[in-house]
């Protein structure tokens, strides 16, 4: 037998080795990864528009839901809100969603934390595109995409601010480091988005539609704050017919208005005056909430099942602010201001425009505000409004909770919770500074 | 410094595989023989090994072997044969000469020494210092009622559970091989087939056709591509202490499958077909409903509960009890045929051997659409299409042709390849709206409205959901042994799946659910591959008179490619089939790619032929690795003694008795971009046009690397009473680190949800018996039973800094100290029907303020029992398995759903149900099943097998000019015994999820009658 040495020493010993050496040098392990995109190739100016561009898709996404209506995917804000007000009941069985319906809302809630991670990569995704439109963009002073970048950032705020609790922080991915964000106030996080509407108004590139969309975002978010007057100062310059939408198409699925997904699937229902406190959508018959009886009930086979029609398809693009908004920012400032007949004016004026019958005169204050909350839940039916206004109706008019959201038995078993927002997700606890709410005061 | 190893380990293996081309065998000489039993009855299939080299060889047909190109030299032969002891014989070869040596055996029933095949070759298994259990796959699936891959495995291999998700035909299979130890990553074993590594994908589909997330409900495992017509056998290598050599993604065991061979001698003919039915003899719950007809406020007519009515919302008129699953009017389950047709040839001679295989297999489930539903069609459409009457079925040709060629007196060549065509028509299961056993169980609808169904059968069946699936696995192995110290060892194998997956709801015919009545269509099309290269090298040397050392090096490179397109169409006009001119399209595609490549070493030193030490070494770098990791290194040493051989061992009753005792590691790749930072299209619309951006979709972790799992293992081996008794007896020890952990990222953060870290431990022990007897050895009368069963314990022992508890499924979570996936929730902590009115009502039961660990969610302990009699001198055989399963609960979330929200469980509604059962019912009422859940004993005894044989007179299969023939009537899932008040413990609504699991609108377990003929000429 030939010694271990002798084999060593032959000439092919060395070919082979060599023949390995090239093969694993040659690339042997590369791979080609054909469906994603390297952060690398983004650094250009069309990467800044790409990212750009995304973030429009993002906000869409974590504002009107993920239209494919699999499991994963995000309700929405304007979904998950509006059940958590009186806007929309559960018409079907997920535990995730029967939770915030039922207002006992655990942190340990997928649908929660959907919600609360889309609504960040929507604000990240938009304030991310910005930088990369200032860095790499070909001229920022002139490009109008910084501006609306801005504008769906300050919204993110509001709608932050709208639906949970106190102590949301705002982190940042700052390349191969985390900065985790401490935890942040409602009025806080109010003040990031007005800091965030006054920037895109005072880009040089602002578009008069992209002014008027930050003017009404900075009049919401002033109205939040309770600052009556600079909210309707901010918008009087917004026309009525002002609306800027947030788009959708049949497809992919994704892009579908999942609004509409929701309630033409028997996923969700209007209520009529939900768990007592509720406003009476149905009985209302209000155009302005168009609804078909389906005669039956929904997903659950419990709930009687009403299907919104103010988003008829698919397609059907979703308002992100527009005039009436304005206007009635201006009819709350006139409440405010003491002037009932000033606020029922702006209030008919707007009714007109469906021919709707004028209002009465309110023969108190209360009546006055309830008509106020009640024109804008009308209004502003599911556009991601109710909660942040029923909210506002306990910390701003002095209302009890027990009179404002639904409270008694509910449909599905127990009884409704006390929980007048949304918490802070579980996974939120993996930012060492954030203990979760800081309060859950409305 | 890995990388150099690696080079080095890797041209060391062409080294050896090109060495001694110069060695030529021109003085060599043969050995050849018979094999034979004491009676001189020639023995087939015999293994015979030239102590001390790398030469093994099969007898023929007719007992004959040859050892060609033998070095001039004294050998000692070695023969092992299955039901024969093992016996060893020396030999001299001169120079060109033909050396004589037959055997003649003793029968012994049972025996511990065989060849088995290691990552290095075959091996006698005395000297593998691990467990690794042999099945004799060819034997049980003639025998027993075998109609899948996995049932080839369960019951027969201590550690090995084999989980089947539900009783759907052409569903999945989940495999545990000594316990869970990955998070993140599968718990899947690997699978080799003839030294070809196959995709074997868990669950492999994107039909979302029910359960949790598409292609998570009842999806096909694509090890039930398989046909066990033509395995051999299968050995299963279960842990890390073993697996090391077969490198990453090798720490959840290794699954090598022989197929048929053909040997030297005449062509051999077999033929065979299988009859039989298929049903569902299980027990559905029935729906309460309270009914309430004087009601003139809110109708709480059939939904009409106790509670409510003690809140005076309503006033029980009667109680509806009902269920259309039961109702034999209404049941759309029935007997489902199944029929199998196959055939094979096989033989050879001294130079070359083939095996040609064909099949057909057909299966329709138990799902059957009622008759009168089907009147109903047919007189509404004219037509009812075949797979709306049987929405389950899977038919499957499956071809194989193995071919072996002796190329030079030195060297020979063995191809292997498998085609199978397989279509399989599924209904919808587990977690579905549209589910027929949800839609049954869980309607809330009483008799009198939808006849009791939320969905009818009909709208349900007229969904078309398949798989159509062509998989071709081949492969060409090259052995060379250039002189009688050197082996060489090449295999290419290629095994590729094209997959078509196919889901419409033909416009107008289904339920009204989302848009599926408007029609539409998913048509995703994937090719999966899976290439594999293995080259090896083994050389053997005499250290001296006394030890024996043995090296082997060898170097693998795999690719796994999957690409797949996605194309969906909605909003089809009716009588439309096609995704074409549907309103609304998109479309998508997927590639995934990961390259592995390793390289090894091993050193096997041995003394005296008993005591054997082995110490191996290997390397592996793979794509998915993190930028900042290169490659990873695991090391084995084992030990095997056999203690029966030595001159001071003389205990009368052990004739063999084997200690062995391995340490070993080996790990699992991150998924192929895990470690990348990267950013995805995302689709959108301005100003009405459709625009793409990007959005970043992973943060990835240039720092990742594979898990890593080290194992210890120890165990005796011994054969009892003249081999009538064998004990196997293994403990376990397997600890992964590393563990690739989803991380879930604060949302603030705004970017990904979670990112890939490697943290936190995973603990793994057990023991495993395997105790097999032949209580009986009498000429007209053979008893054998079989014992094989492990206890397992898994403890996740840290989660690593800052990552809190994970929650998986509905109620389970991985949490410190406890078992992975282990079910936790409030616990009922006790009711008092204080006011004594009979009903437990909402304020009468007690829950505990914080949710508590229920149990483990997977069995943690299984002993099946297999015993086989033989009588009228092997006329007849008749066999039986009992299957058992427990040490976990079982998650009834169907009673619990029925309870909250649908409201049609009987401790709901009826004042007469136990009151525990009206505990259950009201707290899952009033807390919500989001808090409360269902947890019961899962453990199960079930009789899994029956089969008689009887092996007819020669002279009946000479009357069909054969030469042998036997019928088989078999049974399968035949008897249950649990305390699992649902319907069947074994079934999982997550499909084949690597953790999640519950009992969720799942279709039972069925039951098999199964009549096989086989006839040999």
Known sequence: ??????????????????????????????????????????????????????????????????GDLDEGVTEGEILLSGLMADEFVLSTTPPTEQEVDQLRVSTLNSSLSAIFLYLHRARAAAEDAGESLRKFGVDPDTDPLIPEMQNLAGFTYVYFAEDYCSGVPVSKVHGDSLIFGN???????????????????????????????????????????????????????????????SEHNDSPASLRNAIFGYTDGFLWSIPDAEGGNGLAYLSANDPRVPYRDEGTTGLDNTTPQFTLLKFPDPQADVPVADGIEARLIEAEAQLQAGSTSGMRTILNNLRALVSLSPLPVPATTTEAEDMLFSERAFWLFSTGHRLGDMRRLIRQYGRAADTVFPVGAYLKGGVYGTDVNLPIPVEELNNPNSQGCLDRNP | MPQGFLRRTGALSLLLALAGLS???????????????????????ARLLIVGTSYVETANGEGRYTFRNVTPAHYEIRVFAIGYQSKTDTVTVGSNETAALNFS???????????????????????????????????????????????????????????????????????????????????????????????????????????????????????????????????????????????????????????????????????????????????????????????TGVDYDGFCILQFELDGLCTQTSISVYSPLEDPATRPLKAGLRQVYGGNLSGGNEFMNYYVSGQYESEDGVFRLPKFEEDSVRKLLGSVPENQIRPNALTRVSVRANVGANLTSNSDIAVSAGYISSDARFVENDNSFLTITGSGEASGFPPDINRGWYYIPAELFAELATQGTERFTGGITHNWRPNNWLSTRATFGYDVVNRNDVQFFPTGQVADYL??????????????????????ATARFALNPHMGSKTSVGAQFYRDLSTGTFATGIGLVPGSTTISNAATTESSEQTIESRTLGSYLEEEVSLRDRLFVTGAIRLDDNSAFGKNFNATVYPKFSASWLLSEEPFFHVGFLSTLRIRAAFGVSGQQPGTTDARRFFSPIAGKKTGVAETGVELTSLGNPNLKPERSREIEGGIDAALFNGRVSLELTVYNKKTTDLLLRRPLAGSLGSSSDQFFNLGEVRNRGVEIGLSTRLIDKPGLVWDLDLSGSFTSNKLVSLGNGVGTISVGFYQRHQEGYPLGGFW??????????????????????????????????????????????????RLRLGGQFDYRGGHVVDNSIE?????????????VDRKAPLEEQAKAIAAYTYGNSEFAFFEPGWFIKLREVSITYNAPDSWAHAFRADRLSITLSGRNLMTITDYSGVDPEVNAFGQDNFSTSDFESQPQVRYWLARVNVGF
Not at chain 1, 198 to 212: F, K, Q, W
Not at chain 2, 273 to 282: M, Q
Not at chain 2, 896 to 908: A, K
């Open chain 2, 515 to 536: 848009q599926n009545r408007e029609g539409l269509r998913h048509d995703n099309r994937f090719q999966i591959s899976q290439t594999s290269v293995d080259l090896g």
């Open chain 2, 105 to 295: 055996l003793v029968s012994a029933p049972i025996t511990l020494d065989e060849i088995v095949v290691t990552a290095t070759g075959e091996q006698r298994k005395l000297e593998v210092a691990n467990a690794v259990s042999t099945i004799d796959a060819a034997t049980v699936a003639q025998e027993s009622p075998i109609t899948e891959f996995g049932n080839l495995i369960s019951g027969r291999a201590p550690g090995v559970q084999v989980l089947k998700s539900a009783g759907t035909t052409g569903e999945g299979t989940r495999i545990r091989i000594r316990g869970s130890n990955s998070i993140s990553l599968s718990n899947e074993p690997l699978f080799y087939v003839d030294g070809i590594r196959m995709e074997s994908s868990a669950t492999s589909s994107t039909l979302d056709v029910g359960g949790f997330g598409s292609g998570n409900g009842n999806n096909p495992s694509r090890i039930n591509d398989l046909n066990p017509d033509d395995i051999e056998s299968i050995e299963i290598v279960k842990g890390p202490a073993a697996a090391t050599l077969y490198g990453i993604q090798a720490s959840n065991g290794v699954v090598r499958i022989t197929t048929k061979r053909g040997r030297s001698g005449r062509t051999r003919f077999n033929l065979f077909t299988e009859l039989g039915a298929v049903t569902d003899n299980n027990t559905y719950p029935l729906n309460y409903n309270g009914r309430d007809t004087t009601a």
């Open chain 2, 896 to 908: 619990n759903f029925r309870c909250t929200p649908v409201l049609n469980c009987r401790g709901l």
């Open chain 1, 1 to 66: 037998m030939p010694s271990m040495h002798s084999i060593l020493s032959r000439p092919r010993f060395l070919a082979a080795a060599t023949a390995v050496a090239l093969v694993t040098a040659c690339g042997l392990l590369d791979t080609q990864q054909p469906d994603i995109v390297d952060p690398g190739n983004l650094d250009n100016p069309d990467g800044a528009i790409a990212k750009a561009k995304g973030a429009r898709s993002q906000f869409s996404l974590a504002k009107d839901g993920d």
């Open chain 1, 183 to 245: 935890p942040e106030t409602t009025t806080q996080l109010l003040n990031r988005a007005i800091a965030q509407f006054d920037s895109a108004i005072a880009h040089p590139a602002v578009t008069g539609e992209l002014t008027d969309l930050a003017a009404v975002g900075k009049g919401r978010a002033l109205l939040d704050l309770g600052q009556f007057a600079a909210a309707a100062a901010a918008v009087g310059s917004v026309p009525s017919d002002f609306v800027f939408l």
């Open chain 2, 825 to 874: 929730s409030r616990p009922l902590l006790g009711f008092n029907d204080a006011n004594g009115d009979g009903i437990i009502d909402g304020t009468e039961v007690t829950l505990g303020d914080t949710a508590v660990f229920m149990g483990n969610a997977l069995p943690t302990r299984e002993f099946s029992l297999n015993s086989g009699v033989t009588i009228f001198h092997g």
């Open chain 2, 23 to 45: 060695s030529a065998a021109a003085q060599a000489g043969r050995i050849s023989g018979q094999v034979s039993d004491q009676t001189g009855t020639p023995i087939a299939a």
